[in-house]
C-alpha cells in the first residue's frame, strides 16, 4: 500500500509570526543586508516581509523553475529571469520560503556570488531536515517531510491536488473529506469554495434539507 502523502496548509497568521521570528534571528547576528533578494516566486512575501522589520528599502528578486503545482517538479532547478542589479561589494540576503531539495537555493547562490558581493545569506521560513544545502536562518526546521502549502499559493496547489482525486468529488464536502484522507490536508470549505471559483466546473455546496 502507498503511503498517504503528507500536506500542511500554512496560515497567513502564522507566515506573519515565522517571518518576524526570522528577521529577528537575522537581527540578533549583527548581519546587515544592503540588499534583499528574493527567489521568485515562493520568496516575494516573505522577502518583503522582513525588508519591512529590518527597515531595508532595497528589494530584488532572480527566478528560478523548479516546483511546478502541486508536488511536482522540473528534474533541474533553472534560472528563468536572471538577477538584474548590481551587487557587487553588497552585503546580500538572499531569501526564498522553503529549503526543500536545496536545489533551488544552491543555483540562485551560485548565481549571486557570480556577481562578486561582499557576502551572501540565505534565509527561509521552513528548513527542511532532507536537504543537504545549507542556510544561514531558518525560522522553523521540518523534520518529517510534508509539502508545505503557503497562503500565496491555496488554489495552485489544492486545485493539483484535486485534480489527482478520481472520480472527482461532486460537492465541497466531498472535496473537502477526500483531500484530507489522501493528502492531509486540513481546509475549510469557504477556502475550498474560493479555490473552486476559478476552476471548471465548479462542485456544488451539499444542502440539507428539512423535514
Known amino acids: 500500500m502507498t503511503e498517504k502523502m503528507r500536506c500542511e496548509l500554512i496560515s497567513w497568521t502564522e ?21 534583499v533578494v528574493a527567489i521568485a516566486r515562493g ?13 531595508l528599502m532595497s528589494l530584488a528578486s532572480i527566478k528560478i523553475e523548479h516546483y511546478l503545482s502541486g508536488a511536482s517538479r522540473q528534474e533541474q532547478a533553472l534560472i528563468r529571469y536572471p538577477l538584474c542589479v548590481d551587487i557587487e561589494n553588497l552585503n546580500v540576503l538572499l531569501v526564498d520560503d522553503v529549503n526543500d531539495s536545496g536545489d533551488t537555493l544552491k543555483v540562485a547562490a551560485d548565481q549571486l556570488q557570480s556577481f562578486n558581493p561582499e557576502q551572501v545569506r540565505i534565509a527561509v521560513i521552513h528548513n527542511k531536515a532532507v536537504s543537504d544545502f545549507p542556510v544561514d536562518y531558518h525560522a522553523r526546521k521540518v523534520v518529517t517531510w510534508r509539502w508545505l502549502i503557503y497562503p500565496w499559493a491555496v488554489k495552485e496547489d489544492v486545485s493539483s491536488f ?50
Open 43 to 55: 520568496g516575494y512575501v516573505p522577502a518583503r516581509l522582513i525588508c519591512d522589520y529590518l527597515d
Open 15 to 35: 507566515i506573519e509570526r515565522l517571518c518576524r521570528q526570522l528577521a529577528m534571528l537575522i537581527k540578533n547576528s549583527g548581519y546587515r543586508p544592503d540588499i
Open 162 to 211: 484535486i485534480q489527482c482525486l478520481a472520480p472527482r468529488p461532486g460537492t465541497l464536502e466531498q472535496a473537502q473529506k477526500r483531500l484530507k484522507e489522501e493528502f492531509d490536508i486540513n481546509i475549510s470549505l469557504r477556502q475550498l469554495k474560493n479555490v473552486y471559483a476559478f476552476m471548471d466546473p465548479e462542485p456544488k455546496e451539499q444542502r440539507h434539507e428539512r423535514p
